[in-house]
């Protein structure tokens, strides 16, 4: 048995080296551009360490304080990704080409989802809080929003990895399309569907956090009170409480995805 021989770009691994210098390469011309300064961040790196100090003794008589915004940050995450992923579902099956074959069908949807998702949620926020007002209802219409533009994508590309052997025999045998998504796409996907759901959620707990600096409700507007007053004992009780909610959060859904594989 003889032994293949070897390219020279394969002896010299020439592709990962070539890669990787092109990576260093990009690394320094971008460093260079944006003229970041490492060493301001060694010198004032006391600064940071006298607020982490601040903030290892937190205010725990402000917890009960934190538990209904807290609670209020979950609710516009559990309402934003509902209704996000209602209009996901059908949204994602149009713009899928091995669901729908006219590529400009699926063409014009596509440019519309990458619109959406092109807007960040902080400028939905701004945009919705000037529309509807200071509260939780700006925060819930820019995480459905953003909900939707992120579920689509990953459930559009989902499907079209899909086994197209059930779709197709659905078709010839004088099957409707609807039918062929609720019994040859849906099964496929399920799984897969509900776990790219629980990772939004926890994606939106985390950003409503942020929504609520524009005054889109949540946790985030009593964190935003407690950094201007320079009170970080009260930051601490907010932080530990968020962190406590993310991990419960990231558990139920290792749980959930565990059950369903």
């Not at 939905?124 to 509260?135: C, P, R, S, T």
């Not at 796409?185 to 929504?211: D, G």
């Amino acid at each position: 048995m003889r032994i293949p021989k070897r390219t020279i770009a394969q002896r010299f691994h020439v592709r990962l080296v070539g890669s990787l210098l092109i990576l260093i390469g990009l690394l320094i011309v971008s460093n260079k551009f944006l003229r970041l300064d490492f060493n301001a961040l060694i010198q004032n790196f006391d600064q940071f360490l006298a607020l982490l100090k601040d903030m290892m003794h937190p205010d725990w008589k402000s917890a009960p304080f934190v538990v209904q915004p807290m609670m209020e940050t979950i609710q516009m995450a559990l309402i934003g990704t509902t209704v996000g992923t209602l209009l996901a579902i059908p949204a994602a099956v149009i713009a899928a080409r091995n669901v729908i074959t006219n590529k400009w069908i699926t063409g014009a949807v596509r440019i519309v989802f990458n619109i959406v998702r092109t807007l960040p949620d902080l400028l939905l926020a701004a945009l919705f809080v000037a529309i509807v007002g200071i509260g939780p209802y700006a925060g819930v219409l820019t995480l459905t929003i953003f909900s939707f533009g992120m579920i689509t994508k990953l459930f559009y590309e989902c499907i079209e990895t899909i086994d197209n052997g059930p779709l197709e025999a659905i078709l010839t045998t004088g099957g409707k399309r609807s039918a062929m998504v609720v019994f040859a796409v849906l099964p496929q996907v399920y799984s897969r569907f509900v776990s790219y759901i629980l990772y939004t959620f926890e994606i939106n707990v985390r950003a409503s956090t942020v929504l609520g600096y524009l005054g889109a409700g949540g946790i985030g507007q009593q964190l935003q009170t407690s950094l201007s007053e320079f009170r970080y004992d009260q930051t601490a009780v907010i932080i530990l409480a968020i962190l406590v909610v993310v991990l419960a959060i990231d558990g139920v859904s290792n749980f959930a995805r565990e059950r369903l594989q």
